[in-house]
Each structure stands twice: as structure tokens, then as C-alpha cells.
């Protein structure tokens, strides 16, 4: 029996004249752990049909595509009143509001389908909508969009979720000031999602894998969802504020070091302060081409200034595979003193990371049950390394120079000053800031099983160079699964 939900897909494509139908729970098998060739071509599948045709009112393949057929729909009523002559009727939702409250958006499988559809039929109790990339029609015309330049209002809807709807609908593929920025996005959205097998974390994701493999501008490999040229950017997600990474959340079959090993949403800091900004916009990668040793310029700096590894550094004795979990570098390590209790000020269980002397340098978000049963001081390794860029210099009221935009955003930064002495004394620590090179590091907290196999706990970042050198780091040999 194929169910409604099919049937009447199929009628409707009868009725618009197209004579083929891909439907996923046919062309794809429906098992467990199973992984079809097709999965791996999602992107071309969705993005070179005529349409995608959405159910968005309903929950199962049993449930009618509504409007197809006589009887299907079940509208609200709409409510009439008249004021001072006028006649006045509520719309129906928008497609905002139906996209919000379905089904279809909070599943996991579905975020390709809206990312790389040309033209989307949604189908809902009230009305059908129809949407591409230039505009939108609809059976109330209240919501149509008359022209492709009206699109950023969306059906004259200016929220701020109307805003966060059309940028999943439309997969955004860069960002001027971090690359890195679109794609890792695009996964915290989804990781929002749900799944009816965890397991298909990255089937469900192939579309878009397929999307970075194949960009012919910014196409890279991927593995286990972590584009290799962003790849110390990518090592560095978190859960979300307000989700515990509670070794439970693990996903089994997937290495700790991919956010694609953790049941629940993630974030990455897309949003880097200017004084911790790289020339590039993000962290170096240690990944780089498939070879035997891969170096990037900081890499190459830090050792020859202080003859060993501080930043990781992938030494392998044959290319790298994309699919073998687990990572082999040298980088360097120190244990560092963590807190035993959290310290409540967040809301949630982080602990402070103290250096010899009791000064923090940082926190750690973990579980409380796993910190009870670890030593005083835990293993943290270095896996990404940034060179930051020179600050923006002070300024002082008393000039007439800088002003409009300039003096805005330096009273917002806390750079502009109304007393001489006290811009005098910023002016002595900007230009000593920038007389010499200055990087952060990347810190990733790992335990190891008796295999030596380490396994990440939790990252914290912009730790400074200066500070990771107090703790007397040693070099070692990383096998991180």
C-alpha cells in the first residue's frame, strides 16, 4: 500500500504533465543502518527535478496531500468583521507559520530537500504555496511576493524567524569575513533536527557533502562531515548553550572528534572578536592536501622559534582516507588543573582551567559524573593555532581628527578616550601589541582508554601562546578516534 501521501503525489504530477516522480521511501531503502548509493547524490537528485512537492501538513505517508483531491483540505474558518464600513478577514497562515509548526521542519531528512529544490510546491490544510528562488505564489494573494526584489521580506514578513526560515530554504554558501561561516551554519541548524535512526546523521547530511565535494570554487573533501580545508575550524564545535555533553549524548560508530558523534544540537564561534581575528577570518588547519607531513606557515614558525611541536601537525606514513576515524598527529600536550566543582555561573557544568599559580585561563564545559571520577589535573592538546591581527589603535576626543563612523566604533570598543593620559597610556600598549607576533591556541581536553586511543572531551578556545608555554607543554604523538 503506498499510502496517500504518494498517490496523490502522483495524480498531481499527472495533472502538471510530468511523467516522472522520485519518491524517497520507494527509491531508497528504509533500513537501519543501510546506505544506498543514491544517498550520496541527494544534491543532484533535488536540485535537477522540475519540483519538490512537500506535504507540510502532514505526519505520515498515510496522510493526504492536501487539495489534490475534494475533501483533503480542512481550513480554519476564517473570521469576518466589519469596522467603520469596512470589511475586514483574517488570512490564512503564512508560510512562515506553516513551515514553523510542521513536521516536515523538524526532521532531519529534510533540510536537503529545502536547500537544494528549485521550485517547492508546499501543500497545506488552508492552501498550496508555490516557491523558487526568485518568488512565491500563492492561492490567497495576500502572501505572494509580486517581484523577485521583494523577496527579503518574504511575504512582507520582517521577523526575525521569518529571516532564519528563508536562510534554510536557501543554503547560504559563504561569508565575507569568516568562509567557514555558511557551511558550519548550515549544520547547526541541522543538528537541530531530528532523526528516526541517530545512526543516518551523515546520510541525511550526504546532499550537502555531495554540494562541498562538488563546488567547483570552494569544493573540498569531507570527513565525517568536517570539510579538510576548514578542518581546524571544524574540530572545534560545542553543544549548544544548554545541552550537557553527557558521555550519554554520544553517538556510537562515529569518531568523538566529528560533531557528527553527539545526539544534539552544536555551535561553532563563527563570531571572532577583532582582537583574537586571524588574517585569513578563522583558525588555521593542520590537515591540509593528503601527504606525510603537513605544515601550515604558523606550524613552521612555532617549531623553528622553539624547536618542537606546539600546533598539530598530521604525520602519516600513506594518504589520508576519508572515512577512517581516527586522526594521527604530533602536537603538543600539558596536563592543566581543573576545578572540581562547577562554577555556577552559567547555568551549567563548566569548571574553571587554572594554571600553577590558581589564575584562570579558561573553562571547560563537561559532564559533573565523568569530572568525578577523573584526577585533579586532565590531558588538553592543542588542535587548531590562530595569528592574530594587529588591534584597531585608540583615539582621543580632544582631536579633531576621526570621527562619523571611525569615532563610533571606537567608543563602542572602548578605544576612544577623553583623557590625555589615559589615551597616552593605550597608545604604549597598542604599539606593544603590535610590535610583535602574537597567536592563540585551540585546546581540546581528551582521555585515553587503555588502547591509548584518545578520544575528545570538550574544546575551549583562545587560550594565548604565552600562557600554554607556563604549563610546559611536551610533544607528543597523537591517535585521536
Not at 496531500?65 to 483540505?73: A, E, K, W
Not at 536557501?170 to 547547526?188: D, Q, W
Not at 548553550?241 to 553517538?251: A, L, M, S, T, Y
Request: glycine share 8%.
Amino acid at each position: 500500500i503506498l499510502g496517500d501521501t504518494i498517490t496523490d503525489a502522483m495524480k498531481f504530477c499527472r495533472q502538471i504533465d510530468l511523467r516522472f516522480l522520485w519518491v524517497d521511501q520507494l527509491c531508497i531503502p528504509q533500513r537501519p543502518g543501510s546506505v544506498d548509493p543514491e544517498i550520496h547524490h541527494m544534491a543532484s537528485i533535488y536540485s535537477g527535478a522540475t519540483c519538490t512537492l512537500v506535504a507540510l501538513s502532514g505526519t505520515t505517508f498515510a496522510d493526504p496531500l492536501s487539495g489534490v483531491r475534494p475533501g483533503t483540505r480542512h481550513p480554519e474558518s476564517q473570521h469576518q468583521a466589519i469596522v467603520d464600513g469596512l470589511r475586514l478577514m483574517i488570512c490564512y497562515p503564512s508560510l512562515f507559520t506553516e513551515i514553523e509548526s510542521s513536521v516536515w521542519f523538524s526532521r532531519g531528512w529534510t533540510f536537503q530537500e529545502a536547500a537544494f529544490s528549485k521550485r517547492v510546491f508546499f501543500f497545506t490544510t488552508s492552501q498550496t504555496f508555490f516557491l523558487c528562488r526568485e518568488t512565491m505564489y500563492c492561492e490567497e494573494s495576500v502572501w505572494e511576493v509580486p517581484d523577485g526584489d521583494s523577496m527579503a521580506a518574504w511575504a512582507n514578513t520582517k521577523t526575525i524567524e521569518a529571516e532564519r526560515i528563508k536562510d534554510l530554504i536557501i543554503l547560504h554558501t559563504s561569508n565575507e569575513s569568516y568562509p567557514e561561516g555558511g557551511y558550519y551554519r548550515s549544520v547547526e541548524e541541522y543538528t537541530k533536527r531530528t532523526l528516526g535512526y541517530p545512526q543516518d546523521i551523515l546520510n541525511a547530511w550526504a546532499a550537502v557533502i555531495q554540494w562541498m565535494e562538488e563546488d567547483k570554487k570552494r569544493g573540498s573533501t569531507c570527513s565525517f562531515g568536517l570539510p579538510l580545508d576548514q578542518f581546524g575550524f571544524g574540530l572545534g564545535w560545542q553543544p549548544l548553550h544548554g545541552h550537557n555533553p553527557d558521555p550519554v549524548n554520544q553517538r556510537a560508530g562515529f569518531p568523538s572528534w566529528s560533531w557528527s558523534s553527539f545526539q544534539g544540537p552544536v555551535e561553532w564561534c563563527l563570531e571572532v572578536p577583532y582582537s583574537t581575528r586571524t588574517s585569513g577570518g578563522g583558525r588555521e588547519s593542520f590537515w591540509g592536501r593528503p601527504g606525510i607531513v603537513q605544515e601550515t606557515d604558523i606550524d613552521i614558525t612555532l617549531r623553528e622559534r622553539y624547536d618542537r611541536y606546539l600546533s598539530p601537525v598530521r604525520i602519516s606514513q600513506s594518504p589520508f582516507a576519508p572515512q577512517n576515524p581516527i586522526l594521527e598527529f604530533k602536537t603538543s600536550a600539558a596536563h592543566i588543573t581543573v576545578a572540581r566543582k562547577p562554577d555556577g555561573r552559567t547555568g551549567l557544568p563548566t569548571f574553571d582551567i587554572t594554571e600553577t599559580d590558581g589564575y584562570s585561563i579558561g573553562s571547560l564545559q563537561c559532564d559533573p559524573g565523568w569530572r568525578d571520577k577523573q584526577p585533579d589535573r586532565l590531558e588538553f592538546i592543542v588542535f587548531a593555532t590562530a595569528k592574530l591581527t594587529d588591534p584597531q589603535p585608540p583615539q582621543y576626543s580632544g582631536y579633531p581628527a576621526g570621527c562619523g563612523t571611525s569615532r563610533y566604533n571606537a567608543k563602542m570598543s572602548g578605544r576612544l578616550f577623553s583623557d590625555q593620559y589615559s589615551y597616552e597610556v593605550a597608545v604604549s600598549r597598542w604599539q606593544d601589541l603590535c610590535s610583535k607576533e602574537r597567536f592563540v591556541l585551540d585546546l581540546m581536553c581528551i582521555s585515553r582508554g587503555s588502547d591509548g586511543l584518545a578520544r575528545r572531551v570538550q574544546v575551549c578556545h583562545g587560550i594565548s601562546l604565552d600562557q600554554w608555554l607556563t604549563l610546559e607543554p611536551r610533544e607528543v604523538f597523537v591517535r585521536l578516534g
